[in-house]
């Protein structure tokens, strides 16, 4: 692991997507559901899954985007990127929504459908299962 931003222990099933990822735009808030025709995830639920993607993008108002999900149960265990940028920071801190970055290397060798786990308070890895 490179970096947590929002610490906390997790086990669950990786969804990776190559796409960024823009939440007020891409990501129903009611059902946490990819809603964008144009996304790699397009009608996949994030809920109960660790989400890998490499970035956020897009408006600071994503941030209450992921604030929704969370508050509406649909939201992801985790979620894993490359770059976090302000509204993903933002939005899993306020959602209490574990947050780490990781490098180019481990987000290539984590696949789709992959078990993982991870503590941050005791372990700076991600354990494959």
Do not use: R, W
Request: aromatic residues 6%.
């Amino acid at each position: 692991m490179k970096k947590v931003l929002v610490s906390g222990k997790v086990e669950g099933t990786v969804l990776k997507s190559e796409d960024s990822i823009n939440f007020l735009g891409t990501v129903n808030k009611k059902t946490g559901i990819i809603s964008d025709k144009n996304h790699d995830l397009f009608e996949k639920p994030v809920k109960d899954t660790i989400l890998l993607f490499p970035s956020g993008i897009g408006s600071s108002v994503g941030a209450y985007t992921i604030y929704s999900i969370k508050s509406n149960n649909v939201a992801p265990f985790a979620m894993i990127c490359k770059k976090a940028d302000l509204t993903v920071a933002t939005g899993c801190a306020l959602a209490n929504i574990p947050l780490i970055i990781i490098s180019e290397e481990e987000f290539t060798s984590i696949k789709n459908g992959m078990k993982i786990s991870f503590d941050t308070d005791s372990s700076s890895q991600i354990h494959y299962q």
